[in-house]
Structures are given as C-alpha cells and as structure tokens.
C-alpha cells in the first residue's frame, strides 16, 4: 500500500493496531533466522505510523528487531494515543503538547557523554554507541504516577548489552542519566515559572540497570521514536512509575552515590529515587491502588488493579529484598 | 447596541462552554471515542475546573470593568455568573466524583480526608455553594446588609481555588501565577476602593 500524496490521510490512519499486532505474531512465529523476511514486514508498519525522519542507520537497526519473550500480550495503546498523550515537560505540561510542540526539536545528529567511574567515558555519536547492539521489541505496561496505563511495543537494546559496553568500574554503584538541555527548542526548559529544575535527571542502582527488562529505547511501534516519545534515546524501566523513564538522554554518569533525582529534589515526600509502582503504598496526590487502562471510555473508565512492581515482581522483586519499600518509594 | 437585547441573551454566554463539552460528549458516545482524548472523563474534569475558574474571574472583574466602561447591565449580570461559576464546579466535581472515580464512595470520603487539593477544592465548592443558593432576589431582600457581607466569601473561595490549583500543577506554575495575578489585583483594587470609600 502507498500513502495518497498530498492528502490529509495517512496509511496511519486506516491501520489498524490489530494490522500491527498481526504481523508482531507473525514476526514472533518467524522467530530466529528470518531477518530477511522480517525487514520487509517492518517496513511496511514503518510507513503505517507516520514518517519516519531517522538517519538510515538507526532504521535499519530498528528494522532488525527481534521479537522478546518479556513482552505482555495485552492489548495495545493505539499509536495515536501512545504519540500524542503524553507527559514530556520539557514541551508543556498539556498532555497534547509534546506532539504539538515537540516538532521543532531535532534529535539527530546525537551525542551522548559517558563520564564518571567507567574505563568508556568521551562523548559518543548515537551511531557508534548503538553499533552492533541487537534491537528488540518489548512490549511493555507503562504505568504512570498519575493513575493510568498504558500498553506499549517499544524497540531498544537491552540496557546491560549498552553499560557493558561502556566499562563500569567495579566502584559504580548507580548510573544517572541526564536529558538534553535545549531552552530554545523546548518552551518548558524555557519557562520563568518552572517547578523542576532543568535538565532533567533520573538515576538507576546499578543492580537496576543491568536487569534484564531494563531497556534503552530506540524506537516504538516499529519505526524509531517520535520526538514526543524521547527521540532518539530513552530508558524504560517497566516496573516503575513512568517519570523514571528519561527521555531524550544526552549524559550518562556512572557514580558511587545515589543521585539526586529531578523529582525527589521538588518533592521528596512525593517522589523518591525508587518509584517503584506499588498499590500499597499511596502518593498523597493520586490513588495507586489501581489504575485506569488507557484508552478509557466516558462512561466506564476501564479501572484495573495496580499490581506490585507493575506486574513484573517475578523478575524484579529480589532486587529490594529486606528493604522498606514504604521508607524508600 | 441595544442593553435590553444584551441583557435578554446574556444567558447564551452563560452556557455556551456547556454546549461545547455537551457536544463533545455526543461526540464521544455516538460518532468518534475519541473525540476527548484517551482519557475522556479526566479531560472533563480538567475542563468544567477551568470553566468554573473563567466565570469566578469574571465575577471578580465586573465592578471594576464596571466602573471603566460604565455598563451598568453588567453589573446586574453579575450574580449570573457567579450562579454560573459554581454550576461548572459542580460538574467539576461531578466528572470527579461520577466519571472518575464512578461513585466509589469509600474512595471519595479517602479523599475528602487525606487529599489536601481535594479538600480546599471542597471547602471552595461550600462557598460557592453558599453564594449560589442565596444569588436570588428573594435572598438579596430578606439579608439586606448582611447579603454584601456574605457574598464577600468569594474572596477566599478564589484563594482557596488558587490553591487547589497549586497543588494539582506539576511541572509548572505560570498558569497559576497568571490567574493568582488577576485576582491579586483584583483583591487590591477592591481594597484601595474600600479604604477610599471608608
Ligand atoms: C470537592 C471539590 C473539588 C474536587 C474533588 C476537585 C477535584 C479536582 C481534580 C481531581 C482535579 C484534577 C487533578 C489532576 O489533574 O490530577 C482538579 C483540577 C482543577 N480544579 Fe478542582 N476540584 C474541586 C473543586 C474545585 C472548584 C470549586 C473549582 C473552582 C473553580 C476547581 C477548579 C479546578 C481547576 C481550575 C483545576 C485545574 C484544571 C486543569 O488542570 O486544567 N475545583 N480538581
């Protein structure tokens, strides 16, 4: 199929997620050794979710990917909705405002700086940082601290595959991560009346960022991140609250102390440095005890339990064993 | 242009937000899900509490524009919009309370007693509650003097709405500090005009 020229609709429009799911299961079914069949089913959901204005290179990576095990089998967030609800400051605090605001940004060419207690540090070209890395897609439940939910099939690299690459020392007990900071592209950074300090900074225990469902993402819904999403880099780390996942990382710093987090230094009684998602344990603001599964209709909000460690404590709980998890939200 | 057609139509001003969201609420139910987002019943929300703000500054605009333009036909609109004021919070918290959180009452009362942005919220709906119920003229005539004092309460009903506001922003306060400078300066000419008078 090929987009009308020049008219308002595009394939977006008519395909349906189902159409993306399929050829997932069919991508699935093909499993190892059919890249070659692979690329060309990609492609095509490439030009289903808009254009995509990525350098080649990360196309074809993102193209490459393979299908995970860890990936939910529930029903996906339609792209719209993924793409264009969204809580990115940096472009406005309107859930519509990234889209809207969030084209002017430009998300290529990309540097990333290591420093801190790791034998890679420098500043790295995306491309050089990401070469021969495998991409895969993980379908994963994003919940935010707000209440709601969504379902959502990124592309990345297993974040371990990324550190190890870098080095760590074995003295690294955290790694932090730092957002672009670009006032003149992103009116948020710009605003005199802004209650975060900017650029935006998160922090992992290193334990944390090696796990397995750890992922530095490359993209979403087969075509590589829209620039709402954290174009061209960001962590998802699916059994915490979605502020911790950073987006568009420009700096990452191995370091031997807890960083102090852009939220925990607004709000440390609203926000700590774990954030992991836990119906337990209540921010005064919002009720976490259960969550509405987006979209949600008017009349029925599509309200689900909120599960501890957002439904992943199989894997992920052994990391706080003995801890309090109501002394260290 | 004619006062009396001004006055006569001034209630469709009054409910045109109301036809917008009703609108979309057809929308949403008949033609296209969409049409209020992801996540329709917080978008009313966020909606009706912007509406019912719009119509608590423009309450709190009326004399002093009043005494600029000298349109006494607004002045008598006044009491409309405060009645107006409190009939968008009140589907505020309807959207709230009904869409929402789909009436789980355990759950409202939670937080009515450990939200503080839900309580000064509530403490505000009270006031305007108040100030409604006694906006008619039946009110106006039997509390005499003691009307105008009552209906001072909506200068701390704004306070505490500005509140509210505070605490539900995120990431930023420029829309708050925009409406906290409307009201200041109003509450400040409000006052030089009191000690002028006194
Ligand atoms: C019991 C009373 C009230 C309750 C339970 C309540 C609840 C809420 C909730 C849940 C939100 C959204 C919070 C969020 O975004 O997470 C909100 C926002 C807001 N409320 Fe209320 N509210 C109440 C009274 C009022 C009143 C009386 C006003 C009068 C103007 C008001 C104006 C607003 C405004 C302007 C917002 C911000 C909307 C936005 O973000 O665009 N609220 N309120």
């Known amino acids: 199929m090929k987009a009308p020229v020049g008219g308002k609709l595009t394939e977006r429009d008519v395909t349906p997620e189902t159409v993306y799911l399929n050829r997932r299961q069919y991508l699935k079914a093909s499993a190892v050794g059919a890249a070659a069949l692979m690329a060309p089913t990609l492609k095509a959901s490439e030009s289903a979710y808009g254009t995509d204005p990525a350098p080649l290179w990360l196309k074809s990576q993102n193209k490459q990917a393979s299908p995970s095990p860890f990936s939910t089998t529930e029903k996906l967030t339609p792209y719209e909705y993924v793409t264009g609800y969204n809580n990115f400051y940096e472009f406005g605090t309107g859930k519509d405002d990234p889209e809207k605001y969030g084209q002017d940004f430009k998300p290529h060419p990309w540097q990333v700086t290591v420093s801190g207690l790791a034998e890679g540090t420098g500043t790295f070209d995306l491309e050089d940082l990401l070469k021969g890395l495998g991409v895969e897609e993980r379908i994963y439940r994003l919940r935010c601290v707000e209440a709601w939910s969504m379902v959502i099939p990124w592309l990345g690299v297993p974040m371990a595959a990324l550190l190890q690459r870098l080095k760590p020392l074995s003295s690294a007990r955290y790694v932090a991560f730092e957002t672009v900071y670009r006032p003149e592209e992103m009116p948020g950074q710009a605003s005199f009346f802004a209650a975060i300090d900017y650029p935006y900074i998160e922090g992992l225990r290193m334990d944390e960022a090696m796990h397995p469902l750890t992922l530095m993402a490359t993209g979403v819904y087969g075509r590589s991140l829209p620039n709402q999403n954290g174009a061209p880099l960001r962590l998802v780390v699916p059994w915490k609250y979605g502020f911790k996942s950073i987006k568009s990382i420009r700096k990452i710093t191995f370091t031997d102390r807890q960083p102090q987090t852009t939220w925990e230094k607004s709000n440390a009684r609203e926000y700590g440095f774990y954030a992991n998602v836990n119906p337990a344990v209540d921010h005064p603001r919002w009720r976490q005890s259960e969550e509405r599964r987006l979209p949600s209709a008017l009349f029925s909000s599509n309200r689900v339990p909120t599960l501890p460690f957002n439904g992943y404590a199989e894997s992920v709980a052994s990391l706080y064993q003995g801890m309090d998890l109501r002394k260290y939200y | ?198």
């Open chain 2, 1 to 198: 242009m004619d006062k009396m057609l001004l006055t006569r139509w001034f209630w469709l001003f009054l409910v045109l937000p109301f036809a917008f969201a009703g609108f979309r609420v057809v929308q949403v139910v008949w033609y296209d899900a969409s049409a209020l987002g992801p996540d329709p019943a917080q978008n009313l929300v966020d909606l009706f509490g912007t509406i019912a703000l719009w119509f608590l500054c423009a309450v709190l605009l009326v004399t002093p524009v009043q005494t600029v333009i000298k349109a006494r036909w607004l002045l008598r609109q006044r009491r409309a919009l405060g009645v107006a004021c409190f009939a968008y919070a009140l589907l505020h918290w309807l959207s709230y309370a009904g869409l929402l959180l789909e009436w789980q009452w355990q759950n409202l009362g939670q937080d009515l007693l450990n939200r503080p942005y839900v309580i000064v919220g509530f403490l505000a709906g009270l006031m305007l509650l108040v100030l409604a119920a006694t906006s008619n003229n039946a009110s106006v005539r039997v509390l005499g003097l003691r009307w105008r004092k009552l209906h001072r309460l909506v200068y701390p009903a704004a306070l505490l709405i500005l509140i509210h506001m505070f605490w539900v922003a995120r990431s930023d306060y420029t829309e708050v500090a925009l409406y906290s400078a409307v009201v200041l300066l109003l509450l400040l000419h409000r006052s030089r005009q009191r000690a002028k008078s006194a």
